[in-house]
């Protein structure tokens, strides 16, 4: 009988987590998974088809005693979890204990019990900062966080602390990653209108993290770019044309200086068919995407959404930071967020 590979995957419950431990887990017994969250009760009312199949670890990866214990023997660990914007930007302490100090902890302890491990770590296209002026990024490009991007930080600091350990490891850079919940917080403003912006939907996105534990020699010591490829390519503005009449919010017209203008992240991945080469995991398009967001639209959310539009669009405004910025004439906020005062 073939033995099966013994898989850890931490931040479980999030769209991408998820993804992975369905598609590890229905991969015919393959697969021993044990995952880390500190949400364990919706991994496992998401995941209820295959509980039979994880370990569950519930608690915090700065908690060294439940690392020890979830690290001890496995072969590969696929390291997801994060304090993601808009709280990471707003309490950089936490977003620094969890992301950075998480993950040397994870690392320090799999040097320590278990070298030989797989170490898959997932960051982020917000480390390359803003290219609205040019959007054709390689993962040679230099790492510009953008001013406030705390998030972004933390993740090349995590990325240091992995390339320079002693793990067979690998990075993958995720690109906007879109599953079937929309929601709109704070920074959903911070991104100007004409950025490039190319998506990989949540389960091609789990499909290519499942599949590089068989691809381990290709990937061990380098970093690619993971995105959906030419068809997940558009712009903000395009994206939200298509995205509001599907929620029910009709269409995003908003008044002139509710987005900022400079100073997010987001742009199409030059090389991103490097690693689609290795994995092929590049399934589904923008169109899938929006189809699958309108399937799984609830009819009554939907609805009254769609009655109640302006109202709702009206207090989305009301937590837009550069329509603040401009209103309140808080300068360096417009310096942040603007070319030129609107």
């Known amino acids: 009988m073939k033995n099966?590979?013994?898989?850890?995957?931490?931040?479980?419950?999030?769209?991408?987590?998820?993804?992975?431990?369905?598609?590890?887990?229905?991969?015919?017994?393959?697969?021993?998974i044990s995952v880390i969250d500190r949400n364990i009760r919706r991994v496992k009312k998401?995941?209820?088809?295959?509980?039979?199949?994880?370990?569950?670890?519930?608690?915090?990866?700065t908690n060294p005693q439940l690392i020890y214990r979830a690290c001890r023997d496995q072969q590969a660990v696929i390291h997801l979890a994060a304090i993601i914007p808009p709280l990471a930007d707003e309490q950089p302490q936490i977003a620094e204990r969890v992301n950075v100090e998480g993950t040397r902890l994870l690392v320090?302890?799999?040097?320590?019990?278990?070298?030989?491990?797989?170490?898959?770590?997932?960051?982020?296209?917000?480390?390359?900062?803003?290219?609205?002026?040019?959007?054709?990024?390689?993962?040679?490009?230099?790492?510009?966080?953008?001013?406030?991007?705390?998030?972004a930080k933390t993740k090349i600091r995590a990325e240091q602390i992995i390339r320079s350990s002693k793990l067979i490891w690998s990075i993958f850079r995720l690109t906007a990653i879109m599953g079937s919940q929309t929601r709109l917080n704070p920074l959903f403003f911070h991104m100007p209108l004409d950025t490039s912006m190319e998506i990989a939907t949540a389960r091609d996105t789990g499909y290519a993290f499942a599949e590089a534990i068989s691809h381990t020699e290709k990937l061990q010591g380098k970093i690619f770019n993971l995105s959906g490829g030419p068809s997940c390519r558009t712009t903000y503005y395009e994206f939200l044309k298509r995205v509001f009449p599907i929620v029910g919010l009709q269409n995003p017209d908003f008044p002139h200086g509710a987005f900022a203008e400079k100073n997010f992240h987001c742009g199409y991945y030059r090389d991103s068919d490097r690693l689609n080469s290795i994995l092929g995991f590049q399934h589904e398009s923008l169109e899938d995407y929006y189809r699958m967001l309108q399937h799984k639209q609830n009819f009554f959310v939907r609805t009254m959404t769609r009655l109640f539009h302006s109202p709702i669009k009206r207090s989305l405004l009301k937590r837009s930071d550069p329509f603040k910025a401009l209103r309140q004439e808080i300068l360096p906020m417009i310096n942040r967020f603007f070319y030129r005062k609107a």
């Open 46 to 61: 998401k995941l209820r088809p295959y509980l039979k199949h994880i370990r569950f670890f519930a608690g915090e990866i």
């Open 4 to 32: 099966r590979i013994k898989v850890l995957v931490t931040g479980a419950a999030g769209s991408v987590g998820l993804e992975v431990v369905r598609e590890l887990a229905g991969r015919d017994e393959t697969y021993d």
């Open 108 to 151: 320090k302890t799999l040097e320590k019990i278990n070298p030989g491990v797989f170490f898959l770590y997932a960051s982020s296209i917000s480390i390359y900062g803003d290219r609205v002026s040019d959007p054709w990024i390689t993962v040679s490009d230099p790492l510009q966080p953008s001013e406030g991007d705390e998030y």
